[in-house]
Structures are given as structure tokens and as C-alpha cells.
């Protein structure tokens, strides 16, 4: 699928967009929300800036996506494949990101209050992610062990 199909049947209303490949696809800065982008394929799409306030992108693969400043409030990315993506600046409060596969992701500046994180536990309120005091990248195996940053969050 193209980014005008796209645009134009979320501009007729359709939200239902389930395993549908959008590999490499720009739809930087576009307003998805409530987006249902269940079991999609994004890897390497580029998503700066936008809206995906409240979409569905369980066990979405947004592998090395551009998610720079991205809305993603209360969006629902259980399972989803984020590994290597740049969420630099994302807003991800209250999102649910429970078995998402975070290996390598950039946080720097992401907004992960109330958020679920892969591990379950919940990020405390006015969780920034500040690249001083946090690595932005972060390895190892999933599920993510993000004790670590909320103890250095915690203690700011």
C-alpha cells in the first residue's frame, strides 16, 4: 500500500488496517489516530511527528521506524517490534508497550509517564527521559530490564 491509498481511505474513515504492509512508507507529521495497525509491517517507515494518539499497533513491526516526536499517548504497542526504532521526543504516556522488543531503541527525550513498560511495571508520573542521565540506547535481550531507569528517573 502507498501513502496517498493510505491517507485517503483513513480520510473516508476506514481505521481497520491490519497486517498491511507499509515497509519504508513517509507519513511524517500525518494525524492516525485510533489507527488500527494490528500485525503491520513498518519497518524503516518513517513516522516523525505523527499522530498515533490511541492506535493499535499490537505486535506491530516498526523495526528502525522514525518515530521522532511521534504522539503516541495511550497507544497500544503490546508485542510490538521497536527494536533499533528512534523515538527521540516521542510522547508515549500511558502507552502500553507490555513485550515490546526495545533492544537498541533511542528514548532520549521521550515522554514514558504512566507507560507500561515490557517488564509490566508502570513508569512513574513525569517520566522524561533525559539522555544525561539515561543511555539512549538500550541493549540486551527482551523483555528490557528498565529497572534500572526508573531507579535513576526516581532519583532526579
Known sequence: ME???LLQKYSMGKRNFEQTVLCNLNLS?????EINLTNADLSIAVLEGVDLTEAQLINTNLSRADLTV??????????????????RGAELAYANLLFADLRYVSLAGADL??????????????????RKKVISYITGD???????????????
Open 29 to 33: 507529521w500525518q494525524d492516525l489516530k
Open 113 to 130: 509517564s504512566n507507560a507500561i513498560l515490557p517488564n509490566g511495571m508502570i513508569m512513574p508520573d513525569r517520566s522524561i527521559i533525559q
Open 70 to 87: 511521534a504522539n503516541l499517548y495511550k497507544a497500544n504497542l503490546s508485542g510490538a517490534n521497536l527494536q533499533g526504532a528512534d523515538l
Open 3 to 5: 501513502t496517498q491509498e
Open 142 to 156: 527482551t523483555p528490557v530490564n528498565l529497572n534500572y531507569m526508573q531507579s535513576v528517573i526516581s532519583n532526579q
